[in-house]
């Protein structure tokens, strides 16, 4: 019963943010929405009979989230947007490994760097410039 009460009070929730949310999301490019189950209808239905729902099912603006999602907390909100807004960049001649052919990495294994100069270094993951000095060896 209370648990009942706590999703209904949820939904009214976010309900009122997407209202609120409303001019803003209507100028976005692009919504990417993870939301499973019961939480995904309620993004798709209207909250009364005679009131338009947050999202309509065929808005080509709406897209999943392309890889994994863990808790809902503001570090992984933070992740996600960092991930979706992050354009990682190789050269045409770098050989293309698809994410399931990454070798396992050790908890002792380093970084992977891509050096683009003699002096700056970039991260392989995002591509973000790292130190101006080479990168150091743990073993050495």
């Not at 939480?39 to 309509?56: G, I, M, R, T, W």
């Not at 807004?85 to 396992?104: I, N």
Request: some cysteine.
């Amino acid at each position: 019963m209370i648990r009942r009460h706590n999703e209904v009070m949820m939904e009214q929730d976010t309900y009122q943010m997407l209202a609120e949310w409303k001019s803003n999301l209507d100028s976005c490019g692009m919504i990417f929405i993870h939301a499973i189950g019961v939480n995904a209808h309620a993004l798709f239905k209207p909250q009364k009979k005679n009131e338009q729902p947050p999202f309509a099912k065929n808005d080509p603006r709406i897209r999943p989230i392309p890889f994994p999602v863990r808790k809902p907390t503001f570090r992984e909100v933070n992740r996600i947007h960092r991930v979706l807004s992050t354009v990682v960049w190789y050269p045409a001649d770098a050989e293309c490994v698809l994410p399931q052919q990454f070798p396992q990495q050790s908890q002792q294994s380093q970084p992977v760097t891509q050096s683009s100069s003699p002096t700056t270094s970039q991260s392989a993951d995002t591509g973000t410039p790292l130190a101006d000095s080479e990168p150091s060896n743990a073993n050495a």
